[in-house]
């Protein structure tokens, strides 16, 4: 029997009614219901809204439910209508009619609202401290290779040297800033709906601050209509972990380049590669590439909230129980994802030697000669088509920079001298960038203090 039966003659048709239906995945939201409802009827009770005895009850009833799905002693319905139904209809077989009081000030509306906020607000402390070990283990990794000479690249095409650590700093960045954002979205998040009722909120004299405080919430809607229809925070944390997977995506990207035979910059630990199913030689790298996948999945949903929320009226439409499952299913994949990559990046290998190897190609020091002779009083632009020719010389002649002789750089100009084989030099080049923000050892070492110092406030 439906809440709503007094209303209507028949009962929901079952196959209407397994459409209807979210037990099966809001579901995961029992605590968050539970909590909410036991808030509630301490408050019902301190008004004087309904007995205190009742209420205690209520709160003593609620924790036996509590603790018996905990212990898998109550297994959840499948034919309920959702969570909220499923606890109520169990509360009341427990303790009688007085189980029937605990809706009492109160909509589904305001409770499933309440729910999602409480238990986003658990998933996102996970993720931030997942995320802040990914961040520290990149750190890490700079730290231990502050002096790993590599190529960096624009289009793909070696441009100029760095480091792997200043390389891994940027992802730190990057993650840094998801972080920010994750800590934003948090604080939207933490403003209770409960007390706005269906839309108007109620005639009781509820005492909402005192439901807050309960719950850990730092304030409360502003807005009973607002209250219930929102959802913007389930789509702004959509919008921060689809960032985040971008960065993922983007990480995993360079990892599958860098294992290759043609990179061999890194390799894979044993533990985070698989082999194939008819070629004795293979390691790939599936779990970058299922990473890198599943940054559609999280984008996918980002949609579909952001598509469903569109044509909305005020207040709550029922188009809004797609919420759950797109939000939920994005935050299980970020932690998933998250919890693959930090190992499997704390494990590789690094060979320094190809990465310098690497940085010794494509004329990556063509920029510094250029530089050389701007320091010593020519107008970047002569000099750039200076270094240019010089390029296309040493192509011709089948050599590097460092290999052409000197009489061939004087040719081009008199202000060359000897020293111009030290400007060039991969490991001065990157020294020599040393300004905030560079790659020079002693700039990298910067910014890991900046970050560490970032992470400290974040704990």
């Not at 998933?123 to 070990?133: C, D, N, P, T």
């Not at 709906?193 to 919430?217: H, N, V």
């Amino acid at each position: 029997m439906t809440m709503w039966n007094g209303r209507f003659t028949k009962e929901l048709d079952s196959k209407i009614n397994d459409f209807n239906s979210s037990i099966s995945f809001d579901h995961v939201m029992y605590q968050e219901d539970i909590l909410g409802s036991m808030a509630h009827a301490k408050m019902l009770g301190e008004t004087g809204i309904i007995d205190k005895t009742e209420a205690e009850a209520i709160v003593e009833g609620l924790q036996g439910i509590l603790e018996d799905i905990q212990s898998g002693a109550l297994l959840f319905d499948p034919n309920a209508e959702d969570i909220h139904m499923f606890v109520e209809e169990v509360l009341t077989q427990r303790i009688g009619d007085t189980g029937k009081r605990l809706h009492t000030a109160r909509s589904r509306n305001d409770q499933v609202a309440l729910d999602i906020k409480m238990y986003l607000k658990t998933k996102m402390e996970q993720i931030k401290a997942a995320l802040m070990e990914l961040t520290e283990t990149v750190i890490q990794k700079s730290e231990e290779n502050l002096h790993t000479v590599m190529p960096g690249y624009t289009h793909l095409q070696i441009a100029q040297p760095v480091t792997f650590a200043h390389h891994l700093m940027a992802y730190c960045q990057m993650f840094l800033r998801d972080l920010d954002r994750l800590k934003d979205c948090y604080g939207r998040t933490d403003v209770m709906p409960l007390g706005s009722g269906a839309l108007a909120a109620t005639t009781y004299p509820i005492d909402r601050e005192m439901a807050a405080k309960e719950l850990g919430f730092s304030a409360i809607t502003a807005n009973s209509m607002d209250g219930v229809s929102d959802r913007d925070y389930c789509m702004e944390l959509a919008g921060v972990l689809s960032i985040l997977m971008v960065h993922l995506s983007r990480f995993c990207e360079e990892i599958i380049l860098w294992c290759s035979s043609e990179f061999k910059f890194i390799e894979l630990d044993d533990a985070f590669a698989t082999g194939s199913s008819i070629m004795p030689q293979k390691k790939n790298p599936d779990i970058a590439e299922l990473i890198r996948g599943k940054a559609g999945r999280v984008f996918g949903n980002l949609t579909t909230l952001l598509t469903m929320m569109k044509g909305i009226p005020l207040a709550y439409d029922k188009d809004m129980q797609e919420d759950k499952q797109a939000i939920f299913d994005s935050i299980e994949t970020v932690l998933l994802c998250i919890g693959a990559f930090t190992p499997m990046l704390k494990t590789i290998t690094v060979n320094k030697t190809a990465m310098e190897q690497a940085a010794q190609k494509g004329f990556i020091n063509a920029t510094d000669c250029a530089d050389y002779l701007v320091k010593h009083g020519m107008p970047f632009r002569e000099a750039h088509h200076v270094s240019g020719s010089l390029v296309r010389l040493c192509i011709e002649k089948n050599c590097t920079l460092d290999q052409l002789p000197l009489e061939e750089y004087k040719a081009q100009s008199s202000l060359f001298e000897e020293d111009i084989y030290t400007a060039i030099s991969v490991s001065h080049c990157v020294a020599q960038r040393k300004v905030l923000g560079g790659p020079a050892p002693e700039a990298v070492k910067v910014q890991i203090l900046q970050a560490q110092e970032l992470l400290a406030k974040l704990k």
